[in-house]
């Protein structure tokens, strides 16, 4: 066997939980271990070892991004009452992805592998939609009030050094009804912004941006204002080097265009249309196993992983002795990702050959009808693998 490729900085790997735990372990052993001889920082965000450490070994792992630049992570379980009892936890912790997003001020991509077995509802997309939301605010940090009949209701705003208030009437309610108050910062808009173009410049795509800044001037067009001034100021002459652009449209136009477009385009959505469009998305592409996603910070560190959770009903079948046809596309591309971007970073060709070979390798097993259950049910046929004989498929086209 040939000589394995070297790395020099190491990749921050998070172990996780359940199928998604099984498979990690393959793909190193099948996929990695063989060819790369694999540098990482571990860190085991398995379920009983955050409820140990107090989820200290999140934070842990999340500085160690900060610290290193660039992480791969295995799908982990959310702590629940259902996964208290089960576990035998002391606690209920957060999630680690809401965790390491917090600390690294990060956005979150979401693209769908595409193969041309499989076949988006929307005929005429050739490449894939990424879909970029920005997580903070909004809708999901509002405050809502119900109101039980007739009476003012207002927003004020008390400048904390005493400077006068500032008062505006939301509605002089007539009869029962709701209101609700909503928030976001400039910093945070702005940190988006740079999130965006940062991915989008790696990943030479133009980025769409949209709001409703016709209706909703001052809120909608912060939005829009903040966006364009990053654009101009921080990114505009290294998008023009990448050869992309940026497009601002209204939201309902841009869902309009979307549609009719062919793909290969970053879609930067806010908050609210992220969380709807990033689901329409995945389920015009396909399946959720064949989804990647990677979680950008504003300084440009990249963590990678799987958008799907650690397929538990699977893990169930598995402990029972079932050799399941899990699909770890996602999980393969997550470490590809990786892959690449720590052999660009420090300077690797051959460490970012193998992980193009990798996701090649990968893309032809399926073209050539060796799939695992869920893709063969998509695409209408194919030769159903269990989830070792897929892996060792992939690994036969790797030599
Ligand atoms: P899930 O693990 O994504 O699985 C939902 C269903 O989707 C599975 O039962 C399976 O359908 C199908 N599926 C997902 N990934 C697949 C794959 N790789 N191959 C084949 N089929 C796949 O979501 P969940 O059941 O809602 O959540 C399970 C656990 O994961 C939870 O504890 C949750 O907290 C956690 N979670 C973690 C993350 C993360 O770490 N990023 C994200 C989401 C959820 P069939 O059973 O019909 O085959
Ligand atoms: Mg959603």
Redesign the pocket.
């Known amino acids: 066997m040939a000589e394995r490729i070297k790395m020099k900085t190491p990749i921050v790997e998070m172990d996780?939980d359940e199928m998604t735990r099984v498979l990690w372990a393959l793909i190193k052993e099948k996929l990695l271990s063989p060819f790369v001889d694999l540098k990482t920082e571990y860190y085991d965000l398995a379920i009983k070892v955050r409820d140990d450490t107090g989820d200290r070994v999140t934070v842990e792992a999340a500085e160690a991004i900060e610290r290193l630049g660039v992480g791969v992570k295995c799908?982990?379980?959310?702590s629940n009452a259902a996964?208290q009892q089960e576990y035998g936890l002391r606690q209920l912790l957060p999630s680690p992805?809401g965790t390491i997003r917090a600390i690294l001020d990060g956005t979150v991509f979401r693209r769908p592998i595409q193969v041309s077995r499989v076949k988006p509802s929307v005929s005429t997309w050739e490449k894939p939609i990424t879909i970029g939301r920005h997580a903070y605010g909004d809708l999901y940090k509002a405050s809502e009030m119900s109101i039980p009949g007739p009476g003012k209701v207002e927003l004020v705003y008390t400048p904390r050094d005493g400077g006068g208030e500032e008062r505006v009437t939301v509605a002089d309610m007539k009869s029962p009804g709701v209101v609700q108050g909503i928030h976001n910062y400039d910093e945070s808009i702005k940190n988006f912004a740079r999130a965006c173009f940062i991915y989008a410049i790696q990943e030479k795509l133009p980025v769409w941006f949209a709001a409703k800044d016709t209706i909703s001037k001052t809120y909608d067009g912060r939005f829009k204002d903040l966006f364009a001034q990053v654009y101009e100021t921080e990114y505009k002459e290294k998008c023009a080097a990448a050869g992309i652009d940026y497009f601002y449209t209204l939201i309902d136009d841009a869902v309009a265009r979307v549609v009719k477009s062919r793909g290969g385009f970053l879609w930067a959505c806010r908050n609210y249309d992220g969380d709807v469009m990033s689901d329409m998305i995945a389920s015009a592409a396909g399946s959720?196993?064949m989804m990647t996603s990677v979680l950008v910070s504003p300084s440009g560190k990249f963590e990678y992983?799987a958008a799907?959770?650690?397929?538990?009903?699977?893990y169930y079948r598995w402990q029972k002795g079932e050799k399941t046809s899990?699909?770890?596309v996602?999980l393969i591309f997550a470490w590809t990702g990786a892959l690449a971007k720590r052999a660009e970073l420090d300077g690797l060709p051959d460490l970012f050959s193998f992980a193009k070979k990798l996701e090649d390798a990968t893309i032809r097993t399926i073209e050539a009808g060796e799939m695992?259950g869920?893709l063969a049910l998509l695409s209408g046929g194919g030769k159903i693998l269990d989830s070792w004989e897929f892996i060792d498929a992939i690994a036969g086209r790797l030599l």
Not at 75 to 78: C, K, V
Not at 308 to 314: A, E, L, P, S, Y
């Open positions: 996780g799908a982990t379980i959310t996964r992805n959720i196993a992983e799907h959770g650690t397929v538990q009903r699977h899990s699909n770890s996602a695992t869920d």
